[in-house]
T-cell receptor
Framework: TQLLEQSPQFLSIQEGENLTVYCNSS?????LQWYRQEPGEGPVLLVT?????EVKKLKRLTFQFGDARKDSSLHITAAQPGDTGLYLC???????????FGKGTLLTVNP | DVKVTQSSRYLVKRTGEKVFLECVQD?????MFWYRQDPGLGLRLIYF???????EKGDIPEGYSVSREKKERFSLILESASTNQTSMYLC??????????FGSGTRLTVV
């Protein structure tokens, strides 16, 4: 059982639409990371959020860490085909490295 | 540009062969990880290492072993390859509990 549940599992939208994906857990994390993985490549770190309630922006991507540090969301404004990929979240804290990744949200942005 | 380099992008091996997957990082990171990624199962941790000659079992260590003789190099060994070890293998490194830098992956097929 993964510690982190991501939803939705799949999302297919048109270019220009907005979307939000979620990463939820019953565990508290000291920090949470978001990664994007393109087909045939390794995941690439997008952002790390550390403080409860923290909001970070990366161009059209907005990341929020929940107040209780158990969950996070990723909002994309005006999605583009280049945003297509698998979005993974990972919670970290202490020395536990097991079961720390969610299964991901596979996003497809159609032109 | 900081890097995690995996020795092969694609490998095809026969059942029963001993397989070595090599990973090198140039960032002087303490931690190194081996994951496998399968559709519907997400990223699963095989082994990790937090120091030279140190190793810890991850979520699915059976059938695998690892070696870390130098800080920059972490090798994954499949003692006797089986078809159920066909997968995408990803190596990653990190400093303490910070975000991961992944390699591009090795797609292993065991026939």
């Amino acid at each position: 059982t993964q510690l982190l549940e991501q939803s939705p599992q799949f999302l297919s939208i048109q270019e220009g639409e907005n979307l939000t994906v979620y990463c939820n857990s019953s565990s508290v994390f000291s920090s949470l990371q978001w990664y994007r993985q393109e087909p045939g490549e390794g995941p690439v770190l997008l952002v790390t959020v550390v403080t409860g309630g923290e909001v970070k922006k990366l161009k059209r991507l907005t990341f929020q860490f929940g107040d209780a540090r158990k969950d996070s969301s990723l909002h994309i404004t005006a999605a583009q085909p280049g945003d297509t990929g698998l979005y993974l979240c990972r919670g970290s804290g202490g020395s536990n490295y097991k079961l720390t990744f969610g299964k991901g949200t596979l996003l497809t942005v159609n032109p | 540009d900081v890097k995690v380099t995996q020795s092969s992008r694609y490998l095809v091996k026969r059942t029963g062969e001993k397989v070595f997957l090599e990973c090198v990082q140039d960032m002087d990171h303490e931690n190194m990880f081996w994951y496998r990624q399968d559709p519907g199962l997400g990223l699963r941790l095989i082994y990790f290492s937090y120091d030279v000659k140190m190793k810890e079992k991850g979520d699915i260590p059976e059938g695998y072993s690892v070696s870390r003789e130098k800080k920059e190099r972490f090798s994954l060994i499949l003692e006797s390859a089986s078809t159920n070890q066909t997968s995408m293998y990803l190596c990653a490194s990190s400093r303490f509990n910070y975000g991961y830098t992944f390699g591009s992956g090795t797609r292993l097929t065991v026939v």
